[in-house]
């Protein structure tokens, strides 16, 4: 599976942007959303099981990010409301097919990453 991440850019603290993984085909795959900022280690944002039923977020982005996908045009979204400075970091998304519910926020259940797309979130 390949991935392509998009939607990155430079916003205002309370500003949104629409993250976008397109992939050669995420059918039967779950998708998870990672960001790494500088000098941090990668971290968990939120993930969404290949049925759709399972979709949770960090506590850092409760409220304010959601995750959706769709299937027939083999893309995941992650809409991102009241940015803050804080969520300044690169967010990769990466798919699965062995995740389950419980291991969905571990960065290790997925095999394949895409490039990347850098968030910056101005105060």
């Known amino acids: 599976v390949q991935l392509q991440a998009s939607g990155g850019g430079l916003v205002q603290a309370g500003g949104s942007l629409r993250l976008s993984c397109v992939a050669s085909?995420?059918?039967?795959?779950?998708v998870g959303w990672f960001r790494q900022a500088a000098g941090k280690d990668r971290e968990f944002v939120s993930a969404?099981?290949?049925?759709?039923?399972?979709?949770p977020y960090a506590d850092s982005v409760k409220g304010r990010f959601t995750i959706s996908r769709d299937n027939a045009k083999n893309t995941v979204y992650l809409q991102m409301n009241s940015l803050k400075p804080e969520d300044t970091a690169v967010y990769y998304c990466?798919?699965?097919?062995?995740?389950?519910?419980?291991?969905?926020?571990?960065?290790?259940?997925?095999?394949?990453w895409g490039q990347g797309t850098q968030v910056t979130v101005s105060s």
């Open positions: 969404i099981h290949w049925t759709g039923g399972s979709k």
């Open positions: 085909s995420i059918r039967n795959y779950a």
């Open positions: 990466a798919a699965s097919r062995r995740a389950i519910s419980s291991t969905l926020y571990n960065s290790e259940t997925y095999d394949y």
